[in-house]
């Protein structure tokens, strides 16, 4: 069974509603008012999280009464997930939250957009899944780690570290190192897959490849992304497109085209928890340095892969890097660890497993 959010807009009425079955599955959109949320983010002073939702959380917990599922599962955050999680907390039914991303991080990148307590708020919400949640999913150590500094502890019981699996684009099946091969340091193709957005640091990715122009290189910079046509920020999109090819968003089974067009990867992510594309291009052959921002790095440094870590605030050792690289053979260990540990049937074998073992401590309650 799943919950679909359906923003009604200016209307004040919450309601659930069915919207369609197949098999042993079924959907439901819950509408919800959206003028709310948005109030919400923009208030002066803080207000108690359950008053203002009730109406939200008494239709929900009704729902989730009627249906009486064995357990919850929450895939990745945000205020309609923050309903449900207390919504089934309310009801005594175990939750399973995984931790897509982490929101304070990306909430500091945009704090001017919303007032201190509508912050504040926000973050008492993250804070919520320690409290109500009985496991958390992590895509890795890492990204365990850095929640519990930045947003709060996790008792050891109630944390797992799941990793996500790669997508039947990319055929594991082939031999990696066959098409693994020696970039050319004269013509270096340097790759990123990132959405335009602060978190993924563009900015950074742009100060190399104009390090790189500076120095002479004669390298290729493309980014699979999608520059907003808007006024904010014009001078730098117009520098980057100058800088970089940029390449329109594409479906997932032509990236593993692109992927073998250039010889490596970089991301430059400010915080990434564990962006696909690195064992999306790890699959085709190329490997990506990535920031110490990016959740990879754990599995990196267990790979023996160090040096494909760097600090991307200093375009010129970023570019020494890449010309390190560039004389290498990219090792073959972190791709054969992907198409082992992230294999689909694996990752979803663990997911099962997971949720079998919540059912399981309640009926024995």
């Known amino acids: 069974m799943g919950i679909i959010r359906q923003d009604s807009g200016v209307s004040p009425v919450t309601r659930m509603r069915a919207v369609g079955s197949r098999g042993n599955r079924s959907y439901h959109k819950a509408h919800l008012p959206g003028s709310r949320i948005g109030t919400l ?41 923050w309903m449900i999680l207390l919504a089934a907390s309310r009801e005594g039914i175990p939750v399973v939250a995984q931790h897509a991303g982490i929101a304070r991080i990306e909430f500091m990148l945009y704090r001017h ?124 999109k117009d520098s980057y497109r100058k800088l970089i090819d940029v390449v329109d968003p594409m479906r997932q089974t032509e990236l593993p085209a692109f992927y073998r067009s250039i010889d490596l990867m970089v991301l430059p992510s400010v915080f990434d928890v564990s962006p696909t594309v690195v064992m999306e291009a790890a699959l085709e052959g190329k490997l990506t340095l990535i920031s110490p921002g990016v959740g990879w790095n754990s599995e990196y440094r267990a790979c023996g892969m160090e040096e494909w870590i760097v600090d991307f605030s200093d375009p010129s050792s970023v570019v020494r890097r890449l010309l390190e690289l560039s004389k290498k053979r990219p090792p073959a260990r972190f791709a054969n660890m992907v198409r082992t540990k992230h294999a689909p049937a694996a990752v979803f074998e663990r997911f099962l497993k997971t949720l079998f073992s919540e059912i399981a401590k309640t009926h024995l309650l």
């Open 41 to 81: 983010l923009t208030k002066e002073s803080r207000v108690r999280l359950e008053d203002y939702f009730a109406e939200e959380l008494d239709v929900i917990s009704g729902f989730v009464r009627r249906m009486r599922p064995d357990v919850v599962f929450l895939n990745g955050f945000d205020i309609h997930a």
């Open 113 to 236: 957009l919303y007032t201190r307590a509508g912050m504040a708020m926000m973050l008492e919400m993250e804070r919520d899944i320690v409290k109500h949640a009985t496991t958390e999913i992590f895509l890795n150590a890492y990204s365990r780690d850095t929640f519990a500094s930045v947003v709060a502890p996790v008792p050891s019981r109630q944390a797992t570290v799941i990793p996500l699996p790669f997508l039947g684009a990319f055929d594991a099946k082939r031999s990696v190192r066959a098409r693994t091969t020696l970039a050319r340091e004269d013509r270096l193709t340097v790759g990123c897959v990132a959405r335009w957005d602060r978190i993924k640091n563009h900015k950074a990715l742009y100060a190399v490849a104009k390090e790189a122009k500076r120095l002479g290189l004669p390298w290729t910079f493309r980014a699979v992304t999608r520059i907003p046509d808007t006024a904010f920020d014009r001078r730098f």
